[in-house]
Every structure is written in structure tokens, then in C-alpha cells.
């Protein structure tokens, strides 16, 4: 599977960043995002879920572990992970039905759930470097594969 590696100098690269991948999207998708503690996958995912309509108050998903939005044509997840001991966990979050229901999955931190969340497109992990931010996106599936064929990234 293909792979692209970008820098981005400041929020608003990541903001950019989040904006495109939004726009070439399959129609379903799910994406891992991956990294450290202030990495930026709550901010990247922030962006995204703006850059698709998502209007009024973008909770971390932190302490609920999962934050769900009404899109048109389906909704987004986003999931926090952090906070799980192992995937047996996941069985408490309803994710059969979200399974049924979302367009599209923001995970952070699916090691934590690992074997219990759906396989990902794309796998976006995002690493501090200097006074920016380094983003390494990997095509996971054929959907994801030609997602980031035909994304402005």
C-alpha cells in the first residue's frame, strides 16, 4: 500500500490538511489517527468534522470516548481510545450500531481497541517536529488506496 509524508508548519496547514482529505473522502471511511500526546489528532479531527458541515461545539471525545455527528448521508465518530485497558472494552460504546450508522470513523489511539474496531482506510499518524508537525498518511485498504491517489495532499 502507498504511503505520502508531509510537513505541516502550524495549525492552519493542519486545518488545511484535515479540508482535503474531508473533501476527497470515500463515502465511507475510516481513519486511524495515530501519534503522541499533542501530536494534533484531536485538533486534525476538529478540522475534518468542520471541513464536512459539523456546526456548534466539538467535544473531545476524551472522557465519553466516543462523539458522534449528524452528516448528510450518514454521521461521524469520533473515538478516544486513550483512556480503554484493551478492546474487551469497546463492548459498552454500541459500536455495532455506529458500525451501521457512520459514514465515517476518526479513531485516536485504535491500538487500544485493536481487534475490536473495524479495519482501517487510511492510517494518518502525526508526530511533533521542531515547531510543527509531521504527517505520514498509509492507504490501509483498496478504498484507501485510491483515496490518497486522488487526494490534495
Do not use: C, N
Amino acid at each position: 500500500m502507498s504511503a505520502r509524508e508531509t510537513f505541516l508548519p502550524d495549525p492552519s496547514a493542519t486545518e488545511a490538511l484535515a479540508v482535503a482529505l474531508a473533501a476527497s473522502q470515500p463515502p465511507r471511511a475510516v481513519v486511524y489517527l495515530e501519534g503522541d500526546l499533542g501530536a494534533g489528532k484531536s485538533s486534525l479531527a476538529r478540522a475534518w468534522l468542520r471541513a464536512l458541515g459539523v456546526r456548534g461545539a466539538i467535544k473531545s471525545p476524551t472522557y465519553t470516548l466516543v462523539e458522534r455527528y449528524p452528516l448528510p448521508g450518514g454521521e461521524a465518530a469520533h473515538l478516544d481510545l486513550y483512556r480503554l485497558a484493551g478492546a474487551a472494552e469497546l463492548d459498552f460504546l454500541g459500536l455495532d450500531e455506529l458500525a451501521a450508522e457512520a459514514a465515517l470513523w476518526l479513531v485516536e489511539w485504535p491500538g487500544r481497541g485493536q481487534g475490536g474496531l473495524p479495519a482501517p482506510d487510511l492510517r494518518l499518524r502525526l508526530a511533533v517536529d521542531g515547531t510543527g508537525r509531521r504527517a505520514r498518511l498509509e492507504a490501509a485498504s483498496p478504498a484507501g488506496e485510491a483515496w490518497l491517489a486522488r487526494a490534495p495532499v
